[in-house]
């Protein structure tokens, strides 16, 4: 590849060499004396792709579903070259807990005294060597060439340790390293999956202290998931966008198709809205609003909390069916924006403001609308196969703030709802704080009467897993989607 300015950016996101570093010349040098060398091969253009993406995750807080396809195109990697820097990138994030205590431990030091540059570039190999089939030899030459790159002092440090952790395989680093399952199930479970101990212990706790799906679970979370699509009714059908993609129909909802490779956006249905990505949980907790039965009018629906605008596509493509109009509130100016692309020509109404605000805008009045459906900012935990770094950045400390803000959230819902109407309380976790926590408490305090409704039903006849009700848990290792959360209120 060519070298590059360092610190040059894509949209504000830099994800080249930091200032000061050489990158690798792809012509013949001279040494002091004036002797020729002979010319080192250009970096390999994928892996370098994966490193940039790896580093802009660490160094600048970037999200890598949206810098990587940014990087890719910037290098125009395509086919074959961009899977394999694809698999490279969100294979080291979602493995990065075990890499960094492998690379700690065959570096005698902490991971977190190595150079961040050198750092990313290490975790990069150690996942070939111990993830992938590249030849031993590869994995540590082209990661020696990459720290050759970025940081040239570290090359024989970086060359030691990729030698060590190639001493052994994955599941010989974790014997070692991993504590006992027997004394530590948490820890063990932790280290061998890479997920941070809180979040097993809440996985855990979710599933009834069941070990055995809770490592069930934690293995799908480190899978690559599929890419789902929702067939907007009305607009298409889901066989006849199977047919045009080559994928399949979805298992439980009657409007996924499960895409196999490329890219959605290139997509002809999606780029002209008969269709959208969305996981088939989420289509699944929205379809189950829509479709509770209710009693009485049925014609105004409310999605709170609209942005980036999945389900008020879905309920809006529904809605047109039916003869409803439905309003679309969302805080942030630049999501309010995307529910207005992913909406547009839909009987959807978009309002930028606070969901909580129900009542002090004539738009969104009290006890006026008929189904509502709060899909309320959570940890995200229930998407980790989607958006891998999340399980590093996200703390228990981040809990108090996400559920007082779900419960007021909800407290508006159900004062939004009219007598008799419904409300869904949706979350893409299962922490139990955000989930029956937060819908009980929520549903005490609001000050109106309140009654669970079972939501088993409203979900496709012989989906398993359910539990016993009210509300419902969805898995990834259970029903192959998010771990969805939800809860139907009917105000009396």
Known sequence: MGARRPGRRWRGIRVTAPEGTRPTRSGPSTGRGGDRRPARPPLDRPRRAAYEA??????????????????????????????????????????????????????????????????????????????????AHAAVSSTVDLVRSVAPGATGFANAVLREVSSRDADAWVAK????????????????????????????????????????????????????????????????LADQVGGAPGAFSPYAVYLPGGAPGDIPAVADGRAHVQDEG????????????????????????????????????????RG??????????????????????LPVAVLTMDGREVGSDPKVPEQHFDRVLVDAPCTGLGSLRRRPESRWRRQPSDLPPLTRLQRELLGAALRAVRPGGLVAYVTCSPH?????????????????PVDFVDARPLLPAGMPGLGDGPTVQLWPHRHGTDAMFLAVLRRG
């Open 432 to 448: 139990t704080v955000e989930t029956h926590v937060t819908v009980t408490e929520a549903a005490r305090r609001s000050g109106v």
């Open 324 to 345: 409803a109009r439905l309003t679309a509130v969302e805080v942030a100016e630049h999501r309010a924006r995307l529910v207005s692309l992913a909406t547009r020509d």
């Open 177 to 240: 390293l991993a504590p006992p399952m027997e004394t530590d199930p948490v820890g063990h479970l932790a280290l061998a999956y890479s997920h941070p101990q809180w979040i097993v212990r809440a996985f855990s706790e979710a599933l009834g202290g069941d070990l055995g799906e809770t490592t069930r679970l934690l293995i799908e979370d480190n899978e690559r998931p599929p890419v789902h699509l929702c067939a907007r009714p009305g607009l298409i059908d889901p066989v006849e």
């Open 54 to 135: 790896v580093a802009a995750v660490h160094r600048d807080d970037a999200f890598a579903n949206l810098v990587l396809p940014i990087i890719l195109r910037e290098e125009g990697l395509f086919g074959r070259d961009a899977a394999f820097a694809t698999e490279l990138t969100y294979g080291t994030l979602r493995n990065l807990g075990t890499l960094d205590a492998i690379l700690t431990d065959a570096a005698g030091r902490d991971v977190a005294r190595i150079d961040p540059p050198v750092r990313d570039a290490l975790r990069l190999g150690a996942y070939q060597l111990l993830h992938t089939r590249v030849p």
């Open 282 to 321: 989420s289509q699944l907790v929205a379809a189950a609003l829509a479709d509770a039965p209710l009693d009485g009018p049925d014609g105004r629906w409310l999605d709170l909390c609209a942005g980036p605008g999945g389900k008020a596509g879905l309920l809006g493509a529904l809605a047109a069916q």
